[in-house]
């Protein structure tokens, strides 16, 4: 079954029939493009466009989750160390 994908407002992954993944840029003058602006949404481009969104969405939460336990750590141990994250900068030569 072959399905279109939106994965940004510049790109579009087809898989076609036999699996092979083709990634369409979106422009006017690919004829791709103009091939996939006559295609008539399946309930298969459906699914896999829900399917890719669900993915985008879970990884989005779980980068922001790493991102907060990071945050968290970090300012634990500066608060064990009783010194700001400025102050730690300037001890680690950062910016």
């Known amino acids: ?3 279109y994908i939106t994965i940004s407002d510049k790109i579009i992954k087809h898989t076609d029939t036999d699996g092979v993944i083709h990634w369409i840029p979106k422009d006017e003058g690919n004829t791709d493009y103009q091939v996939y602006l006559q295609h008539k949404e399946t309930p298969g481009d ?3 466009q829900k399917a890719h969104d669900d993915k985008v969405l879970s990884d989005k ?3 922001d989750a790493a991102y907060e ?3 968290t750590q970090k300012a634990a ?3 064990r160390l ?3 994250a ?3 900068k300037l001890f680690l030569g950062g910016n």
């Open 1 to 3: 079954m072959q399905t």
């Open 82 to 84: 009783g010194i700001t």
């Open 77 to 79: 141990l500066l608060a």
């Open 86 to 88: 400025d102050e730690a």
């Open 61 to 63: 939460a779980a980068s």
């Open 69 to 71: 336990a990071a945050a």
């Open 46 to 48: 459906k699914a896999a």
